[in-house]
């Protein structure tokens, strides 16, 4: 009798080896399993992360233009001898899908600017960074939108155009004199609107500094007038 109970016993035993042998195969199956889906899953979204392109913003453009809260120019008007602060607002970064390729996204920094006396607010301006182009878009008492507002690396030569408007450096590394200061590397670059259905009429010069941003601005809209930098103040 005791012979047989061991033998149950070791039976038993026996039986429960192979259980839990098969269990734990059945679990290290199953990790290996849900472990291996893992992985494809995640291959999967590196292909289709690399499907999608990624445009990034000129380091030359952020570098000489991604100015930050805190930024702020001070203009003598020439037709009234007032002078107007511009002083950055916001400044934002954002990725959007190309409108060129709806699959890659382009990265953005837009930049709004308030124009305003010792009044009141009287005009927004906005630089919109993009690939190595700014576009500049003007809010007062007539709104002007500057499609290729500048290229970099700054070349002479046609910036762009549509059907109205047309842009294009007309020289650089230049030398001038604003309200008695001296700068040197000035870009200078020219917006012209002849055909004037959508946006009235301008021919407008912009003198740029690596350093100071728009020096003198040369405005030819409703009226003419010079802007000429007094004072400023640059964070990036």
């Known amino acids: 009798m005791y012979i047989i109970f061991g033998i149950k016993i070791a039976a038993y035993n026996d039986i429960g080896s192979r259980i839990f042998t098969a269990l734990k195969y059945l679990i290290m199956k199953n990790v ?9 899953v995640q291959l999967c979204a590196c292909q289709k992360q690399s499907s999608h392109p990624h445009e990034p913003i000129d380091s030359l453009l952020v570098q000489n233009f991604n100015y930050k809260v805190g930024t702020y120019w001070i ?6 001898n007032e002078k107007d602060s511009f002083f ?15 699959q890659s996204l ?19 301006w906005s630089l919109i960074l993009s690939h190595n182009v700014m576009d500049c878009v ?3 008492s007539i709104s002007i939108q500057y499609n290729d507002f500048i290229y970099v690396p700054f070349t002479v030569g046609l910036l762009g155009y549509n059907e109205e408007d047309s842009g294009f450096v007309i020289s650089v590394n230049n030398t001038d004199t604003v309200n008695s200061n001296y700068y040197s590397s000035v ?6 609107n002849d055909a004037g259905t959508v946006f009235p009429h301008f021919d407008n010069t912009f003198y740029f ?14 009226t003419h007038y010079i802007w000429e930098l007094q004072q400023y103040k640059i964070i990036k």
């Open 88 to 102: 950055v607002t916001d400044n934002t970064f954002s990725s959007a899908n190309s409108s060129s390729n709806s």
């Open 187 to 192: 870009v200078k670059f020219k917006h012209i």
């Open 138 to 140: 003007y809010n007062g």
């Open 106 to 124: 382009t990265d953005l920094i837009t930049i709004n600017i308030s124009q305003s006396n010792s009044n009141s607010i009287k005009a927004k």
């Open 75 to 80: 203009y003598k008007d020439s037709l009234t």
């Open 209 to 222: 500094n690596m350093a100071a941003g728009i020096i003198k601005m040369e405005l030819n809209q409703d």
């Open 32 to 40: 290996f399993i849900i472990l291996s889906g893992l992985v494809l």
